[in-house]
């Protein structure tokens, strides 16, 4: 069986969240929870283990109290001490990943200050110029819109799609076809 765990470790991990974290409707006022917290963690800096009945109970009646205004009313009807500690527990592991910078990219990379990073460009369609010329693209167009114009124009002069095609039609979907490189 797994080991709750300390209720003062988890309000030490809290206490600078609740400044932070946003929720929409507080019955009491915010800064009067950051006031308890940190009245709290006074008390349990000058505490010795193990702590005095009346300590751990106002301890555990605070947890409860922004455990009810913290988390939706669905999320868990009646909730045990143990459970309250976890839901704080759980979110807190999400909040402090979430908190953290992500990893910085290589010297490499790196811009100078007021600078824009320019994102990777894509690259060129490796097509001759003739069938460019022939889909009306620019001779610099990008491999997704070579890509995407090809697929329309086969779709607009198939044979098969279209049997009322003119000669001219069926001669320039051929000539497209032989210049088209896979």
């Known amino acids: 069986m797994a080991v709750p765990p300390n209720p ?24 009067l929870y950051q006031e308890e917290a940190e009245a709290l963690l006074h008390a349990l800096a000058r505490a010795r283990h193990p702590l005095p009945g009346e300590l751990t109970f106002r ?8 455990h009810h205004e913290w988390f939706p009313r669905t999320w868990r009807t009646d909730p045990s001490f143990a459970e309250v500690l976890e839901d704080f527990r759980w ?3 999400i909040a ?3 908190s953290h910078e992500p990893p910085r990219a290589s010297r490499r990379g790196r811009t100078q ?14 097509q001759s110029p003739r069938l460019l010329r022939l889909l009306r693209l620019p ?12 697929r329309r124009f086969l779709k607009a002069n198939h044979p098969d799609l279209n049997p009322d095609q003119t000669a001219e039609e069926r001669r320039r979907f051929a000539e497209a076809v032989a210049l088209w490189r896979r």
């Not at 609740?18 to 915010?30: C, D, E, K, P, Y």
């Not at 200050?113 to 490796?126: D, H, I, N, T, V």
Request: glycine share 4%.
């Open 8 to 31: 003062s470790v988890v309000l030490r991990r809290l206490h600078p969240w609740l400044g932070r974290a946003v929720h929409t409707r507080w019955s009491v006022r915010r800064s």
């Open 59 to 66: 301890l555990e009646r605070f947890l409860r109290r922004l």
């Open 91 to 93: 979110w807190l592991g």
């Open 96 to 98: 402090e990943r979430w």
């Open 113 to 126: 200050p007021g600078q824009r990073r320019r994102a990777p460009a894509e690259p060129l369609a490796k």
């Open 139 to 150: 001779p610099d167009c990008t491999a997704r819109h070579f890509t995407t114009t090809w």
